[in-house]
């Protein structure tokens, strides 16, 4: 049996991707036993799926297989799902047995938090993977050919009704600005007959971002077929569509998808680790309070910006940073080494809408429109790629084309 530390990293998203990645290029095989444990035997890209939702690309093109950028003969891949983390014990539940850990990262991904609006566990759709949204994929085709061959004759199935208006929300009805024309053109169905509506609380779209960015991205939207509820909330979900507003309007749709907001993986909160706000609250370094040994990352944790007084931003772009950072501590923690702060280096965000629109800031807060804000997303995926997969993965998997 190995004497070696043993690094357990759970969750096969970004961070924990990236994570595994970092740690068997930065620690000797002599240094730890390092075991990825995920569900499924392929990663996801959970900022694309939004376009498998609509349909406008396919499930293999979002999807990775681990194998394929994680070096095996130095990481130990370890299919199943995670029921509970013992953590006084240093043990993980699995469905199909258990582990023990010297060291253990917490990347377990996030689930749809409802925010308590009575029927949205229920009677919405998730944009939360690759299968719930295939499903979404498919449930907006049949509603169309449902309707095309007669079997339903309200137009209100052919609605589709989306739950928020932030990132997520915003890019799939971009998405479905460019697939509902190709789907009624393919059911020969009139395009007026098919209402795409956007319901959010907030005062605006995509809360946080610029006004003048908020208001090239309602209007490019509006102008390709998309409803917008703004400053109208959610009351309640039922089996047709949403109860919105302080009047109780009822809006029906043969499709309702949420959006709204995401929360840390049940798993962390089962196991006793203290919840706030939905996700658990670490320390600078990226540990849990009171476990050295222990870190959790990417949707399961908040980091605190102790200049801003609030979290850090919770996306992508944050948790492949955090995973170089909690990396590069497990390593210092085996090596009796003085661990790093997480500090956040923001260099933008864009948010797609569809087609070859976009929209949002890089660098220095320098905005960026159109085509050029669509370059520049694609170039932005394409980096995560080649953190991950080098080269390779780029031209495999890459939105950005060289030839």
Known sequence: MSNKPKILVLGAGYAGMMTTKRLSQQLRPDEADITLINKHNYHYLTTWLHEVAAGTTTPNSSRVMISDVINTKRVQLHFDSVVEIKKDEQRVILENGELSYDYLVIALGFETATFGIPGIKEHALKIENIDSSRHIRDHIEFQFARYSSGAEKSEDALNILVGGAGFTGIEFVGELAKRVPE????????????????????PTILPGFDDDLVEYGQKSLEERGIEFRIGAKIQECTEDGFIIGENYEEINAGTVVWTGGVQANPVVGSSGFDI?????TVNNDLRVPNYENIFIIGDCSWVMDKENDRPFPANAQSAIQEAETCATNVKALIRKESLQDFSFDYKGTVASLGGSDAMGTIFDDKKLYGKKAKAMKNVIDDRYLFLVGGPKLVLKKGKVKFF
């Open 183 to 202: 789907l009624c053109k393919e059911y020969n169905i009139d395009r007026k007959k098919v209402r795409i509506i956007n319901v959010e609380a907030a």
């Open 276 to 280: 706030i706000k939905g996700k658990v």
